[in-house]
């Protein structure tokens, strides 16, 4: 059961690093909304998969 849940917790860890992964892709491929915003808006988005990624959070 411990091995379970050690292998949950590390793709929890794993999907969080791809979807920040995506999310910061996106953020300099982005040619429909360009803006200082729409900037602050993709990092303030991508703060928590950062933390999350890093085991900081």
């Avoid at 729409?38 to 990624?53: E, G, Q, S, T």
């Amino acid at each position: 059961m411990i091995l379970l849940q050690g292998i949950i917790h590390q793709l929890y860890f794993v999907m969080s690093a791809v979807v920040a992964l995506l999310l910061f892709t996106r953020l300099f491929r982005r040619a429909t909304r360009p803006g200082l915003t729409y900037d602050i808006v993709y990092a303030y988005a991508l703060i928590p998969f950062i933390l999350r990624a890093l085991h900081i959070k």
